[in-house]
């Protein structure tokens, strides 16, 4: 039987470069953390959409 982690959104959020690819995973606020893998000009796009809302 494989042992159970607890799944909890603790943590920072993070982005890392993986390969040709960036990754971000999101802590959730009901556990779990949202994995979201992303290329450069996808990153560049939600980074301005990011600044276009919080400013």
């Known amino acids: ?3 159970m982690k607890p799944r909890t959104g603790d943590g920072p959020m993070e ?3 993986e ?3 960036i990754v ?3 802590p959730l606020e ?3 953390r949202l994995v979201v ?3 450069p000009a ?3 796009e939600l980074a301005g959409a990011l ?3 919080v400013g």
């Open 1 to 3: 039987m494989a042992a």
């Open 15 to 17: 982005v890392t470069k």
């Open 19 to 21: 390969g040709r690819g």
């Open 24 to 26: 971000m995973r999101v």
């Open 30 to 32: 009901g556990g779990g």
């Open 37 to 39: 893998e992303m290329n």
């Open 42 to 44: 996808e990153a560049s």
């Open 51 to 53: 600044t276009a809302v």
